[in-house]
């Protein structure tokens, strides 16, 4: 029984979280696959069979990132499965159907949130937006009690209901709309670790921008990363290349300080430069080491777990997501406390190659626009 249950919450991790959003309400089975475990072993198989399922693409990832072999990916693939495990598996009991519910409702809170939810990954209730499109904080709730009825001997009506909504939900599917006059330009500048953008990649960027400018657009966002460690250098290199060019252009870069460093959304108009958004939640281990400031050491980027969830550009009110962000639950929903008239997601997934990660990432960042209606801008690099 325990076996068979694991197989499917592996194959409703695989294909919930393909980078399809329609999918993603596969990955809403997962509740009945762990209360139904016939024992406490049994939901530990179900729990980390999702998850390894839903991440399967991270040891690829990280032995790009890295430059090594599958070992590293393989350790923090296995780490980050842990702690989805451990929740999952400590609070599963055998009780009745009330308690189970209750209990997973417990479970969907603390994954949505740190500190378990810095690897909240394969949430299920990101499927909200696909199941329940427009409907805001209300499809939020109803996909919460529908998650948690999962959970009880009300499942098959469950199922029913849900399934019935997903398949109207597709019949009728628009993707986020996207505001005249924004673009999201796309990058492949590849990368590496420690490399950021050089001498020739700005003035490519720039280019690119200029590009963008002549047909029409007011705004430009880049992706992640895309003007490098911000400089004075950089500074004046980008204000003197839009001084005569009507366009905003949202840009990440890395700022340099005396703790480490943080990623961040700039923001560039009319010849001047500002910091407009720095990431809560920085990339785990590859890009934040809180162990560095523990043992004195600088390095790393840092966290700003809730800081800046909603931020004024170009006139509208956005809810920022940088790359990481866009894979867990609280950066979206505090964002959204905000009423943000549009999301800008960007990433910068060179050391993705060879996996579904950056489409996993687009369609999260999907499902949350139309949960909310709210326009989606997109820029990513490859």
């Not at 300080?257 to 430069?273: F, I, K, P, Q, T």
């Not at 958004?277 to 043992?295: H, N």
Request: charged residues 10%; proline residues 5%.
């Amino acid at each position: 029984m325990s076996v068979a249950l694991a197989a499917v919450a592996v194959a409703s991790g695989i294909v919930g979280w393909s980078g399809e959003p329609l999918l993603l309400p596969i990955a809403m089975l997962f509740p009945a696959f762990w209360a139904f475990a016939p024992s406490r072993i049994g939901a530990v198989l179900v729990s980390a069979g999702y998850f390894l399922a839903a991440s399967r693409g991270l040891p690829q990832g990280v032995a790009n990132f890295y430059g090594s072999g599958f070992g590293a990916g393989l350790a923090l693939w296995i780490g980050a499965a842990v702690g989805f495990t451990l929740v999952h598996s400590v609070l599963w009991t055998a009780r009745s159907s009330m308690v189970r519910a209750s209990r997973y409702l417990l479970v969907a809170m603390l994954m949505s949130v740190p500190p378990f939810g810095i690897v909240g990954w394969a949430h299920p209730i990101t499927a909200a937006g696909v199941v329940f499109p427009a409907w805001g904080w209300w499809g939020l709730a109803a996909a919460a009690i529908g998650l948690s009825v999962m959970t009880t001997r009300f499942w098959p009506i469950t199922i029913l209901i849900l399934g019935g909504l997903w398949i109207w939900s597709a019949a009728t599917w628009t993707a986020p709309t996207v505001p005249e006059g924004w673009i999201g330009l796309d990058t492949k500048f590849g990368g590496g670790q420690d490399a950021y953008a050089g001498y020739d990649q700005h003035l490519e960027t720039i280019a690119m921008v200029r590009a963008a400018a002549a047909d029409g657009a007011t705004v430009v966002v880049l992706p992640e990363g895309a003007a490098g460690i911000w400089t004075d250098t950089a500074d004046r290199l980008w204000r003197s290349a839009f001084h005569d060019v009507d366009v905003t252009v949202n840009a990440g870069a890395i700022i340099v300080n005396a703790e480490g460093y943080d990623n961040v959304m700039l923001d560039l108009s009319r010849g001047e430069a500002s910091v407009l958004y720095k990431e809560r939640m920085p990339v785990p281990v590859s890009m934040w080491q809180p162990w560095l400031a523990l043992s004195g050491q600088g390095g790393g980027a840092q966290a700003h777990f809730f800081a800046n969830p909603s931020v004024e550009f170009a006139g509208k009110r956005i809810a920022p997501l940088i790359c990481y962000e866009q894979l867990l639950i609280w950066p979206a929903l505090q964002s959204a406390i905000y009423a943000p008239e549009i999301i800008v997601a960007t990433g910068n997934g060179w050391w993705t190659t060879g996996t579904n990660i950056v489409a996993i990432q687009e369609a999260a960042a999907v499902a949350w626009a139309r949960l909310f209606d709210i326009p989606l801008i997109l820029a990513f690099n490859t």
